[in-house]
């Protein structure tokens, strides 16, 4: 019970923290915000529980083993994963929800497909999208040209490869 | 205490065969990726269940107790692969990350909107939506069909209200 509740309870107690932060102010780079607030949550958590195991060895919350420790990881990294992949259909807008929900808001009229592109320009689909990438050092500008960084070359080509992998040519978007 | 390590390995063993029969799936046996997604997850989830089988002896409420932080860890992990998967198929800043790094000198803006630009993202995301039964084509407009995925539409714009304090990126 200890790895489940003890997972689980972390993961709760990182989320709240979260949450006050984005009340008091969202951070300008959110993914690294919340990196940043699991990985202390996880990091002072073991700390305490390490005291536990030596100060009340008998204790619900003092691990057994570093087994223990493993699994308690293992289980609150793959949660926060999971939030921070889930917050990122939250941070930017999909364009098929968007899609999506002007469609729903014409009923029973419909929506032709031009008023779409009118809806929908470079300005709103693609320029954000580039700004993130300069934000998170994936990219940046010199003069006028969107150049990619080494960081941005590592993260893209792990993608790449993965498609040439499944012998899949074209490329997604 | 061997077998505490063994419990903390199989949601691992779980990622690493869904991966590999996902990938095999796919380019083997030519299944479609979506499919191939769920053969693989499929085949994964045998792996975490598998010990309930064999391990009867050790104390039954402990072992489903960390059985069930195993089916926890495992549903995330696959979760995450999907969407690794997913992204390469239809992120934008994945795609716009691609044209940049076959352009090492840099593009122009312009350069970019040639090769990959809204109208491109609005007619790959209706064929999807339409071949998915999501939206439907009558008279040369567009309806609504299966309302599954308005219906996360809805559910995410809500949480963008409880987390963000807004609906859009744009407010």
């Known amino acids: ?173 | 205490m061997a077998s505490g390590y063994v419990i903390v390995l199989i949601p691992i063993a779980g990622l690493f065969v869904n991966v590999l029969v996902q990938v095999l799936g796919f380019k083997i046996f030519k299944k479609a990726l979506l499919k191939s997604v769920f053969l693989g997850f499929s085949a994964g989830l045998l792996v975490i269940l598998a010990p309930l089988l064999f391990f009867q002896a050790i104390d039954s409420r402990e072992f489903i107790s960390l059985t069930l932080a195993n089916i926890i860890i495992y549903f995330c992990s696959g979760y995450c692969y999907f969407h690794f998967i997913n992204l390469g198929v239809t992120a934008r800043r994945i795609r716009l990350l691609w044209e940049l790094y076959e352009s090492k000198q840099g593009l122009l803006f312009e350069e970019i909107t040639s090769r990959y630009n809204a109208r491109y993202m609005v007619e790959a995301r209706l064929a999807r939506l339409i071949n998915s039964g999501q939206v439907v084509s009558k008279n040369d407009k567009y309806f609504i069909g299966k309302p599954l995925m308005l219906c996360v539409t809805k559910i995410i714009i809500m949480m963008k209200v409880f987390v963000l304090g807004k609906k859009s990126e744009f407010d």
């Open chain 1, 1 to 173: 019970m200890k790895v489940l509740f003890i997972g689980l309870g972390l993961f709760f107690i990182a989320f709240l923290v979260h949450m006050v932060v984005w009340r008091i102010k969202i951070p300008k780079l959110q993914t690294n915000a919340l990196l940043r607030i699991f990985s202390t949550t996880l990091t002072v958590a073991f700390l305490v529980l390490f005291f536990f195991g030596v100060f009340a060895a008998g204790s619900f919350f003092a691990l057994r083993g570093f087994n223990e420790y493993m699994h308690i990881a293992l289980m609150f990294i793959f949660l926060m994963l999971t939030y921070i992949i889930t917050y990122s259909a939250l941070e930017v807008d999909s364009p098929s929800l968007v899609i999506l929900n002007t469609i729903a808001k014409t009923k029973d009229n419909g929506l032709d497909k031009n008023t779409l592109f009118t809806l929908m320009t470079d300005n709103l689909l693609v320029k954000p999208r580039l700004d993130d990438l300069i934000r998170d050092g994936f990219a940046y500008l010199n003069a006028d040209k969107y150049v990619i960084t080494k960081k941005g070359s590592l993260f893209v080509s792990i993608f790449i490869l993965y498609r040439k992998l499944l012998g899949i040519n074209k490329k997604g978007g």
